[in-house]
């Protein structure tokens, strides 16, 4: 395990505010890398494609790998830390709600392309979820998502810190402290 990689996920279910608070750090100055799902759909609706969500799940997935793999590469040894809008091992949940189980290059992929080890994980918040043009799950799905993240990152190995709801800037001051070293 990588306790000391400055790669940090945020993830949870679609709609629980990680993409706000990812562009809130931004903001203040810390490099991120946004969510490969959403400019894959907006892709694959420019192109006429099937590769997204109520689709393909299959192409959508090794899309997914490919342009996750292709940031984690992109940033693995920039100085201080990285804040990922989901990573590698969110497509562990993923497969195995969605595909009819985990692949064997995305369990090798989850093993051999290691984030730090606290992972910050956003619960379900019904009072700031909407859907939008890339995210059409209802609620029902994002609780799902969320519930099969919470395994998924504790079977890859992963400690899950749950991120209170709250506003932005305290979402934000939370993470900023809990990766502080002591």
Not at 10 to 18: D, I, Y
Not at 21 to 42: D, S
Not at 116 to 121: D, E, H, K, R, S
Request: aromatic share 10%; proline share 7%; with cysteine.
């Amino acid at each position: 395990m990588n306790s000391l990689s400055p790669l940090f996920i945020l993830t949870g279910g679609p709609g629980a505010g990680k993409t706000t608070v990812l562009n809130a750090l931004q903001q203040r100055g810390f490099n991120v890398m946004p969510e490969v799902a959403r400019a894959i759909i907006q892709t694959q609706k420019i192109c006429g494609g099937d590769a997204h969500h109520m689709g393909n799940r299959q192409a959508y997935t090794a899309l997914m790998l490919e342009q996750s793999i292709a940031d984690y590469l992109r940033v693995k040894n920039t100085d201080g830390p990285v804040f990922f809008d989901r990573g590698i091992p969110d497509l562990y949940s993923y497969t195995h709600q969605f595909c009819g189980g985990v692949t064997p290059l995305v369990k090798a992929s989850i093993k051999h392309y290691r984030y730090n080890q606290t992972v910050f994980l956003f619960p379900p918040w019904p009072e700031i979820y909407k859907k939008d043009a890339e995210r059409q799950q209802n609620f029902q799905e994002a609780i799902a998502t969320y519930d099969s993240l919470k395994d998924g990152y504790t079977k890859c190995g992963y400690s899950l810190v749950e991120v209170p709801k709250q506003p932005i800037h305290q979402r934000c001051d939370f993470i900023l402290e809990k990766i502080r070293p002591a």
